[in-house]
């Protein structure tokens, strides 16, 4: 049976975070409940078909899941639940004898887990921070939603009145390259507000505030370059500099990509081009947003040499491309496949490549998916 323990009248529910409860012991599901009924918004249910069902019809900030129950299994329960909801913070709850299922439900997305009887201090502090930790990530995903819906209703009126030459193509480009940097720009912002406005007296919090302003100064001077980069209309004449391949790749998964786990850097340190920094961070950032697009949960990019030129491989294991679109579009710009793109990406990484004495090749990956290498002049 499902139950909602009731709050004292004088306090009020509207604002508290929702947390839910799913056990088939009555009397740890009722004694949590008790605790938290306090500061939370608590929700409860005896079995799990009977959590997701709440799951589904509410927006929790915290899920306490028992891993045995009967009929449906916590770590059954736990796979549904994150193809429900995957911002919700999760704790499954074990008892004697469970450890190594509660230890393989932290990989399927479980965040933390607790041994049955629980700690009464220790869970209280776990729900708070996670719930805490849950609204700063329901935050940033509506925020990224919201630019996203925008995003791509820019690109589909682009799309009818597609601009072919001069100063129109190049608007088109400046416009697909800084969308971007400019969400996580303003992600970076809203986060960071939000600490200011809460701000603590301890130092991790100024910590974060610190990493958050490196992190906009950083797409900030990307978007700069990008804008400057337009209003020249031309990359002829201007100075270059000496640069480590692996650290860009590196800047460029943790600044514009959030640390994406999907995403792998991996090679040689120490291997160096001349160019322009920012343009590789420019040419990755489109070669890795369009291998996301396509649906890859894994990406590679490799720095290392081939008969002691540089050499720079991005590979994914996505849907690809049908081959004459990708000959075509390492030719000249085509169509894109997408239903919000603009078919620039790879028009843009042709020319940086260009810009840089290398030629952009791609193949299929075997198994599925596209591998784009570029090998650059020796420094």
């Not at 720095?303 to 491309?321: F, H, K, M, Y």
Request: charged share 25%.
């Amino acid at each position: 049976m499902i139950t909602a323990p009731t709050a004292p009248a004088s306090a009020p529910t509207a604002a508290k975070a929702k947390v839910l409860i799913i056990d088939d012991e009555l009397g740890p599901r009722e004694s949590l409940g008790y605790l938290l009924q306090r500061d939370f918004d608590v929700r409860t249910a005896d079995r799990v078909d009977r959590g997701l069902e709440l799951a589904r019809a509410e927006q929790f900030s915290v899920v306490v899941l028992d891993i045995r129950m009967p009929q449906k299994n916590g770590i059954q329960g736990l796979e549904e639940l994150r193809r429900i909801d995957q911002d919700v913070a999760v704790i499954m709850l074990t008892g004697y004898g469970a450890l190594a299922s509660a230890q393989a439900a932290m990989s399927l997305g479980a965040n933390e887990y607790h041994k049955k009887p629980f700690d009464v201090d220790v869970m209280l502090e776990a729900v708070h921070r996670l719930a805490a930790k849950t609204a700063e990530r329901r935050k940033r995903s509506n925020l990224m939603r919201q630019l996203e819906e925008k995003y791509t209703a820019l690109m589909q009126e682009q799309k009818k009145n597609q601009l072919q030459i001069g100063y129109g193509q190049a608007a088109a480009e400046m416009v697909h390259d800084i969308c971007n940097p400019l969400v996580v720009a303003i992600g970076y912002s809203n986060m960071l507000l939000e600490e200011v406005r809460h701000l603590p007296t301890g130092q991790p919090a100024l910590e974060r505030i610190a990493q958050y302003a490196a992190t906009l100064e950083k797409c900030s001077t990307f978007c700069l370059h990008l804008a400057e980069s337009w209003r020249q209309s031309s990359r002829q004449g201007r100075d270059g500099e000496h640069f480590d391949l692996l650290d860009t790749a590196q800047e460029t998964k943790k600044v514009l990509f959030f640390d994406d786990p999907r995403i792998e850097i991996a090679g040689t340190a120490g291997v160096k081009i001349h160019g322009h920094r920012l343009d590789i961070v420019r040419l990755l950032q489109n070669l890795l947003k369009n291998a996301l697009e396509a649906g890859a949960s894994q990406i590679v990019v490799h720095v290392g040499t081939e008969q002691n030129a540089p050499l720079l491989r991005v590979s994914d294991n996505g849907s690809g491309l049908p081959k004459e679109i990708l000959e075509r579009g390492l030719q000249k710009p085509v169509e894109s496949t997408k239903p919000q793109g603009s078919g620039l990406g790879l028009t843009i990484c042709r020319h940086v490549a260009h810009a840089h004495g290398a030629e952009l090749k791609a193949a299929a990956r075997p198994g599925g998916g596209t591998v784009f290498s570029l090998a650059f002049p020796a420094v």
